[in-house]
């Protein structure tokens, strides 16, 4: 069967989501985008035209008439941070299933609500962590599992990225604690999902310090933690939107008892290091696992929304849980969250907790 699916927000990200849908274009009929913008909405439509022959998509400026006009199978919502939650409970209540962009709300109390009311509904409900589907991620998470790096005894990531002036003019809700959020909140989310995922071990307790150094904005530019896990390994965060003057990368490292792996790239992307001690005899010594030509994506989002979208549409076909469901997404959320407030109260926070961004508001003195 064909899932009938529409997009709410057709501004940055959006195409992404229409690549995405590209890839399954044997699964989906979008039927459906609704922005404010009729512009923004018109545009996405010639370009899914432009590969899907035949579509006959309809432009709505409010997603409530879209919802009572349309019959609907799942949504994706790449509107700005601060409505998600409420975009997706409508969207739930109305029967029909979400995927939410990252991140999927700005408090724990909301990301609390979406996954209640998906539960309630009997619906699925994702998140946009789309970085978790690339091929080394992927087969260094099979090695993961499989123990084949020993016990993880320290990890990293570090996202050092460059988000200029001229970024956070075009939209006045970038960067503000109300509907957005900082750095951590939307360059480093994915990096810091991919630290806690790979831990496989709940964080409790977080040491935060972070930074506006530079950007025109509420929320920072910079951010820094150690998570601490409760197997007693140890996560460090490293986060910027400063890199001048253009974006450098983002990695992910993991150190094991035995085994060494790094990840770098533009977006956790190409293996720099595969040294496990298992590797001979497995076959995929760090010779045949690095790609010396591998190529970096054309933007940061990368190019795992396809495949994210083909493992939504698998657990509706199955009925079970999507690898980035409400519960496990609000995981990086909640590591984000503890930052904030260990910064603001300046000493470590202890998880679980309740927190909103909205409770940053003065914290760099403005």
Same mark, same amino acid.
């Given at each position: 069967m064909k899932? !009938?699916?529409?997009?709410?927000?057709?501004?940055?990200?959006? /195409?992404?989501h229409i690549e995405g849908f590209i890839s399954v274009k044997d699964r989906v009929d979008v039927v459906a985008l609704c922005d404010p913008s009729m512009d923004k909405m018109n545009d996405r439509v010639k370009q899914y035209s432009s590969v899907v022959s035949g579509s006959d998509v309809k432009c709505?400026?409010? /997603?409530?008439?879209?919802? *009572?006009? %349309?019959d609907l199978d799942f949504v994706t919502i790449a509107t700005e941070s601060g409505t998600h939650r409420d975009i997706t409970i409508d969207?739930?209540?109305?029967? %029909?299933?979400?995927? @939410?962009? !990252?991140?999927?709300?700005?408090s724990t109390k909301d990301a609390d609500d979406m996954i209640e009311c998906a539960k309630k509904n009997g619906l699925k409900l994702a998140v946009c962590f789309q970085n978790r589907f690339n091929g080394p991620i992927?087969?260094? #998470?099979?090695? =993961?599992e499989k123990g084949r790096l020993g016990k993880l005894l320290h990890s990293s990531v570090q996202v050092r990225w460059n988000r200029n002036i001229d970024y956070y003019s075009q939209a006045d809700w970038r960067g503000t604690w109300d509907i957005d959020g900082g750095t951590l909140m939307n360059q480093c989310t994915h990096g810091i999902d991919?630290?806690?995922?790979?831990?496989? *071990?709940?964080? %409790? !307790?977080?040491?935060? @310090?972070? #930074?506006?150094?530079?950007?025109?904005?509420?929320?920072? &530019?910079?951010?820094?933690?150690?998570?601490?896990?409760? +197997?007693g390994s140890v996560g460090i965060v490293e986060g910027t939107a400063n890199v001048y003057p253009k974006n450098l990368n983002e990695s992910l490292s993991l150190f094991?008892? &035995?085994?060494?792996?790094?990840?770098?790239?533009?977006?956790?992307?190409? =293996?720099?290091?595969?040294?496990?001690? +298992? *590797?001979?005899?497995?076959?995929?010594?760090?010779d045949? @696992?690095?790609?010396?030509?591998? !190529?970096?994506?054309d933007s940061v989002y990368g190019k795992g929304h396809g495949a994210l979208f083909a493992d939504f549409i698998d657990a509706l076909d199955n009925n079970r849980e999507p690898l980035t469901n409400g519960a496990e997404s609000k995981k990086a959320?909640?590591?984000?969250?503890?930052? /904030?407030?260990?910064?603001?109260?300046?000493?470590?926070?202890?998880?679980?907790? +309740?927190?909103?961004t909205t409770e940053m508001k003065g914290v760099f003195g403005e």
């Open positions: 899932y !009938k699916v529409a997009i709410i927000g057709c501004g940055r990200i959006s /195409y992404k709505f400026t409010s /997603y409530k008439e879209m919802l *009572s006009s %349309v969207c739930l209540n109305a029967g %029909v299933n979400v995927i @939410v962009e !990252k991140p999927m709300a700005l992927v087969k260094t #998470r099979e090695a =993961f991919l630290l806690q995922w790979m831990n496989n *071990s709940d964080v %409790v !307790k977080v040491h935060g @310090v972070t #930074r506006r150094f530079q950007r025109p904005i509420e929320a920072e &530019d910079f951010g820094c933690a150690i998570l601490e896990f409760a +197997d094991g008892t &035995d085994g060494t792996v790094v990840i770098g790239g533009l977006a956790v992307n190409k =293996f720099e290091t595969w040294r496990l001690a +298992d *590797s001979d005899k497995v076959g995929d010594t760090e045949k @696992v690095i790609d010396p030509n591998a !190529k970096d994506p959320l909640e590591i984000i969250l503890a930052i /904030y407030k260990s910064q603001k109260e300046g000493k470590p926070v202890e998880l679980p907790i +309740d927190f909103a």
